[in-house]
Nanobody
Framework: QVQLLESGGGLVQAGGSLRLSCAAS????????MGWFRQAPGKEREFVAA????????YYADSVKGRLTISRDNANNTVYLQMNSLKPEDTAVYYC???????????????????WGQGTQVTVSS
């Protein structure tokens, strides 16, 4: 069973930075994809970024391009989300997700992922 554990959330002022980490355990990965999603109060969970485990192709929501960067450490089964120039509208619970299959058409979709972490809160004050 795959388990995902997020860390690195917190409170930051607008314009500041945070780095989220997601450590995966239970299996060694060589394929598939990992993604970050977020959910603000009263809103649906939305796609933030994704990375193909083999090859490292990356995908971003338009709202975060140029500010957030996803990366991975294959050896340690860990994915990161570097968040710069944060805005109050980035406030949400951020979730890490894992798909055993890579499909470019579904990396943006909640249903494209089988495993989910518990989430970490990111709050950006104005």
């Amino acid at each position: 069973q795959v388990q995902l554990l997020e860390s690195g959330g917190g409170l930051v002022q607008a314009g500041g930075s945070l780095r989220l980490s997601c450590a995966a355990s239970g299996r060694t990965f060589s394929t598939g994809a990992m993604g970050w999603f977020r959910q603000a109060p009263g809103k649906e969970r939305e796609f933030v970024a994704a990375i193909r485990w083999s090859g490292g192709s990356t995908y971003y929501a338009d709202s975060v391009k140029g500010r957030l960067t996803i990366s991975r450490d294959n050896a340690n089964n860990t994915v990161y989300l570097q968040m710069n120039s944060l805005k109050p509208e980035d406030t949400a619970v951020y979730y890490c997700a894992r798909s055993d299959l890579y499909q470019s058409g579904t990396v943006y979709l909640v249903r494209g992922y089988k495993y989910w972490g518990q989430g970490t809160q990111v709050t950006v004050s104005s």
